[in-house]
């Protein structure tokens, strides 16, 4: 138990060592999670729209205004001829463009249907969909809005609607995507910066020599791995509560379920990053290769194949297995339904365990491979 | 100049005999591009539906499946009970579903009004508002059939106003299409960024740092130098991440080579003298990694608008965008590369980039000297 104290004094001391390390540590995170609360939004709004308006009508004008009124559309420009558009929609100044034809008022006046065309950049493919979406039930309702004049004016009663279609969203109804993405990027963060640490932690000493000092003391590797692992544990933990307080009083993103249950699976999850980070760190030779080996092949399939940003329900059938290897999927699910859903063991035990079997694998992965090297 | 190859050539010897280093630099990105290209997309597909169906006559069943046929919907569930479509929306196992109420049939076939409720679950609000679409339209258009009847007399028709969508440069809203030139842009920054924020820190490390100070070279050539060797090595792993993209997933390229080199070349510039830069300010290997992640790993994925909008964020994190050379190569490269643009169109672009790339690799100049001096 001494020794296990020395190891982890000795790797305090050396953390200390550099000034950077405290504002990496500390302040890094909780810059990073507002700046990426802010930014990791999905939702579709303002989005540039061009008006080519043919017809210069009063009818055409109050289409425009209901484009304008939306918050889903800001206009972007108008022109008068559908050739002028391609240099809006090549340089982004525009995602649509909405042509109204010349015979727009002459149509909706002499009763024929009015065509409307819609051009859209497709380039980004998702935003654009949804945008057409907003466009498409726009149009939708100021359709019907005159269908129902047009009845009304020959002397028929509105129909009601046959089957009314009421719609309601759980969890998050306001479909407010923070409340979606910050508990993800919670756990990205954790994930990136533990490992990080602790991957340099026992590869240092290789590189740097002293690693053969620590072989000739009475150390055993489960005391050296332990003990490394330990001190960033502490941060880590310190972390974890720097970012969960960020994401509740200044994103107000409601914690539904237990804070202590949050609080204890958020240190199993860290035994998953640091045991991962000590395992790189016992794989490699140099540092480089210990980041290198760390950001391509452990940090970024995490963060592609986790659910964080990508629908795991999406990925091809090949590709889901794998991403139960994934320990940020399964803590992704736990803060998750924690804070938005605020359920508890009895659900998310499964995660909860599979989280625990994966930190003690690499852990006791790196204690054994941390044999060959100190022999 | 003959200086900076000097000092490239002795860099390069020292990566060729890391293996492993060499390797992962010049083969990850392509094996990259193929798990996350055929991996990620964001077509929604096959959402997970239960189904109750309280009423259970011909019309109820006939909406059903006018879900099922949708092809948005797999029905994975019938259950009975509210009670049931709670555990399994807790679980995940469905993310939708359609409550039917006793009497739909009765009602439609008398003409009286009626309603059906779905349920989504929101967590992920663009699944969500996508899913929320899909079910208005299925509704409204089962709907539309029992309201023909009635609106058959009316002037003109019900149709006054139609919307004839056409979608430019991705007809068929293909997200690989969107997504390929986002990832291409990623690798290469953690690429370029990654290889080079160890490569003065190292030095610092070991000692060699001071054999280089009392060599005859200035800062900026052993900079310059520096980034030479990873230069080459990323420039040829990009171009093996759009050859493989061109043949894989038949990423267009419309614009000309000669324009998307030249963006390429420009962005790795600027990303290797980020890593330099962060070398140079970093006192240990530890650090500057932190720094490098930090810096780059987020930034681009969050911040360049290679999965979220800039549109729709706040304004003041737009501001921020501005400094994320991601950005604008991404502006440059589905510029070349879907809508076939022009020098024109994106030369602001590329001199932001050019600009970028002139400042980090100064700046990193600059502070080396302030430490040698």
Request: aromatic share 10%; charged share 15%; no cysteine.
């Amino acid at each position: 138990m001494r020794r296990l104290w020395y190891v982890m004094w000795k790797e305090l001391l050396e953390l200390r060592q550099d000034p950077r390390l405290f504002s990496i540590i500390f302040i890094a995170p909780v810059i990073q999670l507002t700046l990426l609360g802010y930014a990791a939004t999905t939702d579709v709004k303002d989005v540039p729209l061009l008006i080519v308006d043919q017809d210069r009508s009063p009818a055409s004008r109050q289409l425009i205004s209901r484009f304008d009124a939306s918050p889903y559309f800001s206009i972007a420009g108008t022109v008068g001829n559908v050739n002028d558009v391609d240099p809006w929609l090549e340089r982004g100044k525009a995602w649509l463009a909405l042509t109204i034809p010349a015979d727009y008022h002459e149509a909706i006046d002499g009763g024929r249907p009015a065509t409307l065309q819609m051009i859209a950049d497709g380039t980004d493919s998702s935003s654009t969909g949804i945008a057409m979406g907003y466009a498409a039930s726009l149009v939708n309702a100021y359709n019907q809005e005159l269908a129902r004049q047009r009845m009304l004016a020959a002397g028929h009663d509105a129909p009601p609607t046959a089957i009314e279609a009421r719609i309601r969203v759980w969890f998050n109804p306001e479909l407010e995507s923070r409340y979606f993405m910050i508990p993800g990027i919670v756990a990205l963060l954790l994930l990136v910066i533990t490992t990080n640490l602790s991957s340099m932690a026992v590869v240092r000493e290789k590189e740097l020599g002293t690693l053969e000092q620590l072989n000739v003391t009475p150390i055993t590797r489960w005391q050296l791995i332990v003990g490394k692992l330990l001190p960033y544990a502490v941060i880590g933990l310190i972390d974890v509560v720097l970012v969960i307080t960020v994401a509740l009083l200044w994103f107000r993103i409601p914690l539904l379920g237990s804070p202590v249950l949050l609080f204890v699976t958020s240190g199993i999850y860290l035994l998953t990053t640091l045991g991962l980070g000590l395992f790189i760190s016992t794989i490699s030779d140099t540092q480089q290769q210990a980041m290198m080996t760390g950001t391509f092949f452990f940090l970024t399939p995490m963060l592609y194949l986790s659910g964080f940003i990508f629908p795991i329900e999406n990925m091809p059938a090949v590709i889901q297995p794998v991403t139960y290897l994934i320990p940020l999927r399964y803590f992704i699910v736990i803060v998750r339904g924690i804070f938005l859903k605020g359920i508890g063991w009895s659900v998310l035990w499964p995660q909860i365990v599979a989280l625990l079997a994966w930190g003690i694998a690499i852990v006791g992965l790196a204690v054994a491979r941390s044999r060959k090297t100190l022999n | 100049m003959r200086k900076a190859l000097a000092v490239g050539i002795k860099e390069f010897r020292q990566i060729r005999r890391d293996r492993r280093t060499l390797m992962i630099l010049l083969f990850i990105p392509v094996f990259f591009l193929l798990l996350y290209g055929y991996a990620l997309n964001f077509d929604i597909k096959h959402v997970r539906l239960a189904v109750e169906d309280r009423d259970y006559t011909p019309q109820s069943r006939r909406l059903v499946s006018a879900f099922v046929n949708s092809t948005y919907f797999d029905q994975v569930a019938s259950v009975t009970t509210d009670a049931e479509v709670n555990a399994l929306m807790d679980r995940d196992q469905i993310r939708a579903a359609l409550i039917i109420p006793q009497g739909l049939g009765r009602d439609l076939t008398r003409g009286v009004p009626t309603a059906v409720e779905v349920l989504i679950n929101g967590e992920n609000s663009t699944t969500a508002a996508t899913v929320l679409g899909y079910a208005q339209t299925i509704i409204a258009s089962e709907s539309a059939q029992y309201e023909m009847l009635g609106r058959a007399r009316i002037p003109g028709g019900t149709t006054v106003v139609k919307l004839e969508p056409r979608v430019w440069y991705n007809p068929e809203l293909r997200s690989t299409l969107f997504l390929v030139p986002g990832l291409l842009a990623y690798i290469a920054m953690i690429t370029a960024v990654v290889s080079t924020a160890l490569a003065v820190v190292r030095e610092k490390e070991r000692g060699t740092v001071e054999q280089v100070r009392m060599a005859p070279i200035g800062t900026l050539p052993f900079i310059v130098g520096k980034s030479l060797p990873y230069f080459v090595i990323s420039f040829v792993a990009a171009i093996g991440v759009i050859v493989a993209s061109m043949v894989l997933f038949d990423l267009p390229v419309r614009g000309s080579v000669a324009l998307l080199l030249l963006s390429l070349g420009l962005f790795l510039s600027g990303a290797l003298g980020m890593g330099l830069l962060i070398s140079a300010i970093a006192e240990s290997q530890q650090v500057a990694f932190q720094m490098a992640l930090l810096s780059s790993f987020l930034p681009t994925i969050m911040l360049s608008g290679f999965i979220y909008p800039i549109s729709s964020m706040p304004l003041a994190l737009q501001v921020i965008t501005y400094i994320v050379p991601a950005r604008y190569f991404l502006v440059a490269l589905r510029g070349v590369l879907l809508k076939g643009v022009g020098f024109a169109v994106i030369a602001p672009q590329l001199g932001a980039l050019a600009i970028f790339a002139t400042l980090v690799m100064l700046l990193a100049a600059r502070k080396l000297k302030q430490e040698w001096a």
